[in-house]
């Protein structure tokens, strides 16, 4: 069994780390650079980040914040938002991520999918699927429909549909955020977790609800997920990397240890 991943993620809006409830009511709560390096010298495994308002404001990403954050960390580094082209990939990856995470862009245009793992390989491909709960329907057989610019845009797909298709594509890895979820602190949304997990042969991160080290060990182990994307437990100071990876591991999840 592979070693399950903890993720800090760190989403941006104007150079500066912010975080919100359901995608709504932001507020500022860091250096992204300098909560980059925290958690890295902490144990994360891998660190998150989006720029969240770029696909919205239709800009290209904040690629020196990207670049400050990349200097700053000696672990995997995935950044998302605002990348639409194969240009925008390579300039992020040029930038010093390991990998790119396309959302918006992949919802409107597919191919980028299958173009940016023909050119930098499927390993460097993360698909973010930001999906709500909104009842099952002819266009939406599993009950989840993904949505795209920030929350603010329904597209009538069907998550589970759009996760298999993406995975064909190439994707080599999901980031999936519930919406629903989101901020709120009262766990991971299981049963869409599980659902994308047991579709899927490529490993799933499990994004949005974090508030207790409890929530991970169930998304982990009942939800299926191959990795946790963390924010708000850690962000406020609730919960260190170093208690949370000590409760996953006292509990049987097998983690990879703290150097």
């Not at 995997?76 to 194969?86: A, D, E, Q, Y």
């Not at 995470?101 to 245009?109: E, I, P």
């Not at 963390?230 to 170093?242: D, E, F, K, L, R």
Request: charged fraction near 25%; proline fraction near 3%.
């Amino acid at each position: 069994m592979l070693s399950k991943r903890i993720i800090p993620c760190l989403d941006v809006r104007e150079g500066r780390t912010t975080k919100g409830i359901k995608f709504k009511d932001n507020i500022d709560i860091g250096d992204p650079v300098e909560m980059a390096r925290v958690y890295y010298e902490a144990g994360a495994d891998e660190i998150v980040f989006y720029d969240i308002t770029a696909s919205h404001e239709r800009r290209d990403i904040m690629i020196d914040v990207v670049r400050k954050v990349a200097e700053t960390i000696f672990i995997p580094f995935s950044v998302g938002g605002g990348i639409r082209t194969l240009a925008d990939m390579r300039d992020v990856l040029l930038a010093g991520a390991e990998k790119v995470s396309v959302n918006s862009a992949a919802v409107l245009n597919p191919e980028i999918i299958s173009q940016g793992a023909d050119a930098f390989g499927s390993q460097c491909i993360v698909l973010g699927m930001d999906v709500k709960q909104v009842g099952v329907r002819e266009k939406i057989p599993s009950g989840y429909e993904i949505v795209i610019n920030g929350g603010r845009t329904y597209m009538g797909i069907d998550a589970l549909e759009w996760a298999v298709r993406a995975q064909d594509l190439g994707a080599g890895e999901i980031c999936l955020n519930s919406i629903d979820a989101d901020g709120t602190t009262n766990g991971y949304e299981l049963s869409l977790t599980r659902l994308i997990s047991s579709h899927v042969d490529i490993p799933v991160i499990a994004s949005g609800g974090a508030g207790r080290p409890e929530h991970i060990r169930d998304v982990l182990t009942h939800g299926k997920a191959d990795a946790a994307l963390i924010a708000s437990m850690v962000h406020y100071g609730t919960y260190t990397i170093p208690d949370i990876k000590s409760f996953l591991s006292e509990n049987g999840v097998k983690i990879r240890a703290i150097w």
